[in-house]
């Protein structure tokens, strides 16, 4: 379940790929589409719908987004759109990547319709993704209940005892709150 | 100006397209998905991002959809997602047909990520629309202009004068509202 | 199909009914609940609610609602919210004055659950709806197809060619479009 | 109430004015603002704020906007944003013009704020409106129920009863749903 | 002041009931209604309703939701939806399970009005709350002022000083952040 | 980067200022507006609007907010509006403020425009913020990597070792989660 897993700090990259005349990509490029730059309102798009994909994915889950990036590549008869989302939580941020990359490539769509009626979204997949339980492996190769052992063994035994409600608390955060800790810069600042 | 343009009965039909592995289109058609069966959450979900494309794509105008379909066809390694959407409308509804198949296909990949981590959004374009201006072109071979004529002929040269306000208003009514007049269903009628 | 049905008035009034123990109706009726007043509160909701029904509720038709009002009755265990939806549409208004009346309920019962952990919402059903296509019965005994002989009639042969297709424009905004020209009130205008 | 009300062309332009440091001016001219522009990201934010109005202000009337621009004015200190809405309806558009410019400064502000800690907003307030009861005066110095009396006398005594629904549905239209053809493209139409 | 209160493993389930007449509900059982199976559309928007929650109830607070599930139970005339949900938080999800049940029930409602005219929610009530303080009494028998002694008593009185900002922090943290870490699973894992 | 900064108890406080005619205000004092009293139906608007600030303002952070507060003072022309809105996060809370600020205006603006049809909104500023990096100088100036260094201390070199990943875990969380341990009700309470 969900609420089980660690909280790490996820990132997602996405890619949508969307085919343009040579003709409309000249007209983007000179600055001379009538209702404005598409890639820069797509940015704009694709940010606001990766913070809403929650409420236009059925049952994906709500995340804190911490960071939503929107970068685009035009090619000759083509323009790529990235979206990078990052976050620290239980679950990844693909969904939110993979919905910010599709709405830019529709805004641009939306945007050039009257000048090319013949483009279509070639593409929309996940590019990468970071920070799950795969990518902890090595951290976690001691295991967690081995964590806390010498911090209670530093106490007498007289203290162990009422130590023990501590221990527990500290011993669920670091499996349900602190995995972010073994983020390089962390590591470095000790 | 789009306030300008004649209201008209207009469809516009979408299709998404997503890769699937084999073995997660059996377990589909096997209803053995954890999360339920994508293909109807994805109905459900293509039905509201039809009904809010405005929400999400910025200079998307508002239309007053009256129908929505959400179609799928599984093969051995795919999924095809169809929207169809309907509405007597000044402008079209492909960005309302558009959302709703990338947003279903983006549905099924949500409910399928656990099972396949390589799926691809391959496509997302425009089948078909139909009711803009140049499907009427016949309609109107009968300029315009001409369809009042026999109204203000009738009447004396007397109410004439007076009757101007009210053809003046039948006028505006016809080349702004009435177009869906030249529907089969209303032609058969008479 | 929807978008053949007629276009008339609509109305529809829903009722939601709350259990709430007298002592915190008590308090509701002196003013001093925590939070402000949960009736002008639920008032507000229900209102807001009413204009999002089509966002709320998956496959409802969103509709033009042009009036929408709540009320409130407090018995001595219970408060019974009323909402009435009006709007000239194809549809009824039905859903959304049963999801103001609904989102009324909820809205009364979070402001007052830190007082009273025993409250139920009792019934959310539909009181009254007009304007459908069984309330214009007897305004249709002339059958609509007859409606525009005597306009017909009026022109000469020559121009009854010409005359067509406004006739079959008008004919079409008389099926679709004008229905609530049986309205009361336009009734007694002429 | 509003549903009796004259379907006319509205319009409504609104203005905000946002102070603003003359460095920070100086950095949005230069196309230095980390962010971005804020000014296109504000026009973006501007437009769809004004879509979802009646979404944001409870008892705002949803009405059907056809037409949204947000422009704006750099002066040394200040920044000023002009949002016009149209549409067609029996209501105005002011609130959806106040509540673009609004969130079009607020966005500005929210782009700015980490260079400037110390804006304001000076004004939100309503340059102008058009389309409402007052601007019709004098095209309805001729009485609304004067108008068909030409089109009934027209008939014969006998035709005059069969006559009367469809007088009675014309005169609804016009009285309801007619008043844009008094706009001046269709006046010269004729 | 919730930002005081414990973070705390809440869950909470509501409950719906509708009457629907046996002849509909023998046409869901058969699969014959025509817009889909109402149990699978109304679970979709259940889920939906429970992350929108406080976007619908005016003063109810946002909560991370991590868990939603809409369950259905079918008897000869009526409809039973529970809603379950769960997460980590301040607050209870009372007002999440409460709106997913209602909107459960009123997406069923939609789906088959055009089969029964007669149907009502009979009730909309909380079945079931866990989580807040008076679930987690006997896990503060231990005052939480002691828990931290232990961990003092340890240093030297040289280092006590320094050590007060680390168990001010930690302190904090017990109190605001980690009761969770009283969850029978973290208990065990000890 | 947003995720790097502390998370801290935040609070803004903002106003906005609606200019209204002395005979309007008048009205409002005697209750007797038509729509219902315009500054509770503000306070609703206002607490939903600051709910939904990232939603509406494009690049605005989503936050978890805790308490919203809205108040208003009459004076004879003029009414002032005043947002206050809490959370713990790294990030601050004024564009939730100026936004509840501006919406709560807006709304007022909304309900009188029937009245008075000569109000402006003179202003929309931030009147506070509190619990950014700058009001936690003096708690940091024992520098954050000085703090671990006893809790390490404690331990003999053999177990350092694997105290390493723990106290990397605590350091962390120190740094990142933890800053609301200054609050002056945690002091007190050592």
């Known amino acids: 379940m969900t609420y089980l897993k660690n909280r790490t700090m996820r990132s997602a990259v996405a890619e949508s790929v969307l085919t343009v005349s040579p003709a409309v990509i000249e007209r983007i490029q000179a600055g001379t589409v009538p209702k404005g730059d598409p890639l820069e309102v797509a940015r704009v798009a694709g940010v606001m719908a990766a913070k809403r994909t929650s409420d236009i994915i059925p049952f994906c889950h709500p995340v804190p987004i911490e960071y939503i990036k ?3 590549n035009i090619a000759a008869d083509r323009i790529t759109l990235t979206a990078t989302v990052k976050g620290i939580y239980r679950t990844g941020m693909e969904m939110e990547a993979m919905t ?4 830019a490539a529709l805004t641009v769509y939306d945007m050039l319709k009257m000048l090319d009626d013949d483009m279509e979204i070639l593409s929309v997949r ?9 990518d902890f492996k090595d951290a976690f190769s001691v295991p967690p209940t081995r964590l806390l052992k010498p911090c209670v063994r530093l106490s007498s035994a007289k203290s162990r005892a009422s130590l023990k409600p501590f221990a527990l608390m500290v011993r669920s955060e670091l499996r349900m709150q602190c995995s972010h800790a073994l983020l390089p810069d962390c590591a470095e600042a000790l």
């Open 126 to 134: 996940l590019l990468k993704k970071q920070g799950g339980k795969s």
């Open 100 to 103: 910010a990359a599709a709405v």
């Open 70 to 72: 929107i970068e685009h």
